[in-house]
């Protein structure tokens, strides 16, 4: 790998910031690839840059090593702590982590504000925004006792005018203990914060503060000045250096990547890794650049070696069930010893890894290919050879010169016909259907859209033909689709745009018009892309497979940038302290939202009206802050700030009861009465108060559960100002709501029941007769009688709640139709279920109370009586017999009248007997087994042949009240096959 470092002619003039020499990209490795591969090539930074810190918006870092003793307001330190709004401290901030975060227009300093830093170096203290773009590091460099340590802010963004960026450092000199404020260019935001800034220092408790003039809390640009702060008894003088000095450091750009030279033509992506596919040995070049002035690169070479080139001879002709011998000596093998391997191997008589193979004897054309491996493992492409078999049945062999296509491509198709009796004629068709049809050739050529399936039949001179063939063109191009934001807002930075992943596919991004930029890599399935100016932006997305296809297709995203808004806020400008109800507003418009943000008072409700009421809170200084926002798009935004001088007022002070129930009534709370004020309560919310308004004490009654908030208003006569005291928060407890589900029951006799309870900690049931718990909330019960239940609730502060739920219990009707029973022919049963129902229905969809039974079978009866039901069935038997028997049967093994038996309830037959006779008299089958029946064979398992056969039966009836005893069938039975 070769190492190079660039530097620019105008270093000490005009770089942002640079790095020492012994920084260095690293490239990787040399690879190497056969032609047509695809390999990914990364690239690392190290050593010497700045230590980057990642700051989001508004947040502090630290504590960060010095690397040597610095002394600050005659105090020493060895660590500071690093703000992302453009300053650094020896002091971890006070009196909370996050006072100096942010959120606050700068003040002009001195200022003791617990949220202005103390202890501080203010390169420019104004409101950036790093995690938009640029960077901020921080090194120690040189040797004691001269080292210093510069923080570095390079290009970072200004918040809310995201265009704009500022680049300066912040750098500590051991020794003599000066501070450098380098200033490469600082612009600032109108719309935010009205622009202000401080570039300056103050000690730990904001008693002295050394600033630069003009520059204290006011708008202000710079462009290469260094100011240098060097001690002075317990304070610093201030001067502006003559020259720009500033220090070779800072942090690094998005690493990109050039084939053969660091030029714009030769650019391939951004990115720390690529793909890539050359064709040929080719240097690739990762580059960065520091703040945009020093490029640092290091160059990796991609060996392509050539694959190895397979010739499979030229095509033959022999007569069928002969041999072949195939000919591979024509390839060249490029790179050394090759491998051979020759396709279908099933087709080769001897080695299909050998140049020369002898194939089988072939009866009909048949297709080989030759395919070569050399010792890097590239593989060639397959080359084909015909061996055209004549005399021999018709054939058809379809080859294509491309199986693997671009949309769009041109494709030749070849019919290869062998046998039969020439001539031929050749139909083709494809799916999908062409818009007109094929040339009836023995070839075609084609340019497919789309992946496609061709058949070709073929048919010889006498009119024979064969099922046809096919071969499918595969089209691979590539669908790229880009999603991502539509509707964005000017300067809204690093907007998320993806596509899917497609195996090794290669991507590239471009915005195609001048309002926008790519942020980061631009060769990934997702890029960011940083909105600058209002319009129409167009993002672009090429998406390429790998070689040898190598197709390319593209997908453009029309992306709206919407303008941002410019509100203006109006309203009083000196106010009281702690006076409430106080409006601002802006210009209204339509088709957008606004917010607000008090510092220094309280807005008592979200607000997104075009004017906002405030409480304003201590005396001192104050702004009022209005976002604007686009309806269609939230995120575009601006804000305005209008300053506010706040009047010292009264600050009143409630005391009372912070722990009350839901109808406490009478409670007492009480104020601190200040002379020549007048008090004035106020109830925002679960209250009432009583008793007189303007006393020193009120009473309270708290009407319902919540929050209960309690002010105090108190007004000083002499100035007019008055204040609010802090909300006094009041626990109001609930009762518990109790609920029991459901609320009232109308159900059936020995019906279960579910209730459940809810609303409160504790549950208890009454009456608990017959109430089986089934957890907390609920419980069941079988019904019986009409009663009603009771449940009480009681939460955690004691209190209760009770609720109830009547349970009406119906009786259900009384139904029975006797037990299982006989019935013989021609005496009918008649069944009864009963009177004075409301509802009878009977298993054949009848009514009435009486069913009469005429056979046998399973009856059924539904009743109902005022909503409830019953049910009851009856199994009644016809006699055994009386059941007819069967005249017929054919064993043929079908499973349908296989045998001859008896049917019925063959479980209640005993003391059973079945004789077959043939036509001479000749018993020819006998069991006692009622469920073994005739087969149709003899006793010796001889199949009787077709006719008819005389049958005696003899057997009992358990339980059968009418015949007591031997029932006798006989008859003749028809044995069919």
């Known amino acids: 790998m070769n190492k190079k470092l660039t530097y620019s002619l105008l270093i000490i003039l005009s770089f942002l910031f640079c790095v020492s020499s012994k920084a260095q990209i690293n490239a990787g490795d040399d690879k190497e690839i056969c032609y047509g591969e695809t390999v990914w090539l990364k690239a690392s930074v190290d050593d010497s840059f700045a230590t980057p810190v990642f700051l989001e918006d508004d947040t502090v870092v630290g504590p960060v090593s010095i690397g040597f003793d610095f002394e600050f307001y005659g105090e020493t330190y060895n660590e500071i702590y690093i703000s992302s709004n453009g300053w650094i401290s020896f002091t971890a901030p006070f009196p909370f982590s996050d006072s100096w975060n942010g959120g606050h227009s700068p003040r002009a300093l001195p200022d003791n504000s617990d949220f202005v830093p103390k202890n501080c170096i203010m390169g420019a203290w104004q409101d950036w925004s790093p995690s938009y773009s640029g960077g901020v590091g921080y090194e120690t460099s040189g040797t004691a006792p001269n080292r210093t340590l510069t923080v570095s802010f390079c290009q970072v963004a200004v918040y809310n005018c995201e265009q704009l960026t500022g680049t300066f450092q912040i750098v500590l000199r051991e020794s003599q203990n000066y501070i450098d404020i380098n200033l490469n260019n600082k612009p600032y935001c109108p719309d935010w914060y009205d622009g202000k800034a401080v570039l300056g220092v103050q000690n730990i408790d904001a008693t002295d503060a050394v600033v630069a003039p003009g520059r204290n809390a006011t708008q202000w640009l710079a462009n290469e000045e260094t100011w240098r702060f060097i001690p002075s008894g317990n304070s610093y003088d201030l001067q502006l250096l003559s020259s720009y000095i500033p220090v070779l450091s800072g942090t690094l750009s998005p690493i990109s990547w050039y084939y053969d030279d660091v030029t714009p033509g030769n650019y391939i992506g951004t990115s720390d890794s690529i793909q890539v596919s050359p064709e040929s040995t080719t240097t690739y070049i990762a580059s960065v650049t520091l703040c945009g002035d020093l490029e640092f690169d290091d160059q990796v070479e991609v060996v392509v070696h050539p694959l190895p080139i397979a010739d499979a001879g030229a095509d033959q002709t022999i007569i069928v069930a002969t041999n072949a011998i195939l000919d591979g000596t024509g390839s060249q093998c490029l790179n050394g010893g090759c491998d051979y391997q020759w396709e279908p191997s099933a087709l080769i008589f001897d080695d299909p890894a050998s140049q020369t193979p002898t194939t089988v004897n072939l009866n009909q054309t048949t297709a080989f290919y030759l395919s070569m491996e050399d010792q890097f493992g590239c593989k060639s492409d397959s080359d084909m050879v015909i061996i055209n078999v004549i005399n021999g049945p018709l054939s058809l062999l379809l080859t294509a010169d491309h199986t693997a296509v671009c949309s769009g491509n041109e494709v030749v198709i070849t019919a290869i016909g062998g046998g039969g009796e020439r001539p031929y004629t050749y139909e083709w068709t494809s799916v999908p259907a062409p818009p007109a049809p094929y040339p009836q050739d023995s070839f075609l050529i084609v340019y497919p859209q789309e992946t496609t399936t061709y058949f070709c039949k073929i048919t010889d001179f006498d009119g024979m033909s064969i099922p046809q063939e096919s071969v499918t063109i595969s089209v691979n191009n590539p669908s790229p689709i880009i999603t991502g934001q539509e509707v964005v807002c000017e300067n809204e930075q690093r907007i998320l745009y993806t596509t899917p992943l497609h195996n090794n596919n290669s991507y590239f991004w471009k915005v195609i018009t001048a309002n926008g930029e790519i942020e980061g890599s631009n060769i990934d399935v997702s890029t960011h892309i940083t909105w600058n100016g209002s319009g129409t932006g167009k993002v672009v997305l090429r998406e390429t497979l790998p070689p040898p296809l190598g197709c390319i297709s593209y997908d453009t995203l029309e992306v709206q940038v919407l303008e941002r808004p410019d509100p203006l806020v109006t309203g009083p ?62 995120a575009c935004k601006s804000s305005r700030t209008l300053d506010v001088n706040i009047l010292p007022g009264p600050h009143p002070v409630i005391t009372g009861p912070q722990e009350v129930c839901e109808q406490d009534f009478d409670v007492v709370y009480s104020g601190n009465m200040m002379p020549n004020t007048y008090s004035l309560w106020g109830i925002l919310q679960n209250g009432e108060i009583t008793g007189s308004p303007g006393a020193g004490s009120v009473y309270v009654n708290w009407l319902q559960s919540g929050d209960g908030l309690l002010l105090l208003s108190q007004t000083i006569d002499s100035s007019g100002c008055s204040a609010v005291s802090d909300t006094f928060r009041v626990s109001v407890h609930p009762k518990p709501q109790m609920t029991v589900s459901p609320e009232s029951i109308d159900i059936c006799q020995f019906e279960e029941v579910t209730l459940e309870a809810s609303g409160a900690d504790t549950i208890s049931w009454f009456p608990v007769q017959g109430l089986s718990v089934v957890d907390d909330n609920l419980t069941t019960f079988v019904a019986d009688t009409s009663v009603q239940y009771h449940v009480i609730g009681v939460n955690g502060f004691g209190c209760q709640d009770t609720a109830a739920v009547s349970v009406l219990v119906r009786p259900v009707p009384v ?16 069944l009864f279920a009963g009177e004075g129902n409301d509802y009878y229905e009977w298993q054949d969809g009848s009514g009435g109370s009486e069913f009469t039974a005429y056979t046998g079978g399973e009856y059924a009866v539904y009743v109902e009586k005022n909503g409830c039901f019953a049910t009851d069935t009856i199994i009644i038997s016809p006699t055994m017999g009386a059941i007819p028997v069967p005249t017929a049967f054919t064993p043929n093994g079908d499973g349908l009248n296989d045998k001859f038996m008896l049917f019925g309830q063959l479980d209640k037959v005993e003391q059973f007997s079945m004789k077959i006779f043939a036509r001479n008299g000749q018993m020819i089958f006998y069991t006692n087994d009622v469920y073994e029946g005739w087969n149709g064979m003899d006793t010796y398992g001889n199949p009787m042949p077709q006719g008819s056969y005389v049958y005696y039966v003899e057997f009992m009836e358990q339980g059968n009240p009418f015949d007591q005893g031997v029932v006798t069938k006989k008859g003749t039975i028809t044995l069919m096959r």
């Open 573 to 634: 400008q000196t106010v009281c302290e702690n006076q409430q109800g106080v409006v601002y507003e802006t210009v209204d418009f339509q088709d957008r939202s606004y917010s607000w943000i008090a510092d220094g008072g309280d807005i008592p409700t979200v607000d997104t009206n075009s004017f906002v009421v405030v409480n304003w809170e201590e005396a001192g200084y104050g702004q009022v802050i209005v976002t604007e926002r686009l309806t269609i798009h939230p």
């Open 815 to 830: 139904v029975d139709l006797g037990g299982d029973r006989y019935i013989r022919e021609n005496e009918p049963v008649v």
